[in-house]
C-alpha cells in the first residue's frame, strides 16, 4: 500500500472517530446552554454550529480518503489538509489553545504530507 494512502487512511479514521465523539457531545452543549440561560437565536446557532463541525470532519474525512484512491487526488487531500488548519487557526483565535486546536493542527499536517506523497506517487 503507498504510504499517501496509508497516512490517509489512518488519519481519515481518527478523524471520524473524533467528529463522532464531538457530535456526540450535543448533549453537553444542550445543558450549558440551559444553565448559562443562552435566549434564541443564540441557542440554535449554536448547538447547529456544533454540529455542523462534526458532520464537516466527517465529510473531509470521506473527501479525503476518495480522493487519495484518484490519479490526481492528492490536491484534493491537500485542500482537506489545508480545511482543517483553517479550522484549528479560527478556533485559536477566537477560543486560544486547547486539545481541539491541537488536533486540528495534527490532521491538517497529516493530510498535507499525504497530499506531498500521493502528488510525488502520481508523477
Not at 496509508?6 to 471520524?16: A, D, M, Q, R
Not at 440554535?44 to 465529510?59: H, K, R
Not at 476518495?66 to 490536491?75: D, E, L, P, S, T
Request: hydrophobic share 60%; proline share 2%.
Amino acid at each position: 500500500m503507498k504510504i499517501g494512502r496509508w497516512i490517509t487512511g489512518v488519519t481519515g479514521v481518527v478523524l471520524i472517530a473524533l467528529a463522532s465523539l464531538h457530535g456526540m457531545k450535543i448533549g453537553d452543549i444542550e445543558k450549558r446552554v440551559m444553565e448559562q440561560g443562552i435566549k434564541p437565536p443564540l441557542d440554535g446557532i449554536l448547538e447547529s454550529g456544533w454540529l455542523i463541525f462534526s458532520a464537516e470532519m466527517m465529510a473531509l474525512a470521506v473527501i479525503a480518503f476518495i480522493a487519495a484512491g484518484m490519479k490526481r487526488g492528492g490536491w484534493i487531500v491537500i485542500l482537506c489538509g489545508a480545511a482543517m488548519g483553517i479550522n484549528g487557526a479560527l478556533m485559536f483565535h477566537f477560543m486560544g489553545a486547547f486539545f481541539a486546536v491541537y488536533g486540528c493542527a495534527a490532521i491538517g499536517a497529516l493530510y498535507l504530507v499525504a497530499g506531498g506523497f500521493l502528488l510525488k506517487q502520481a508523477e
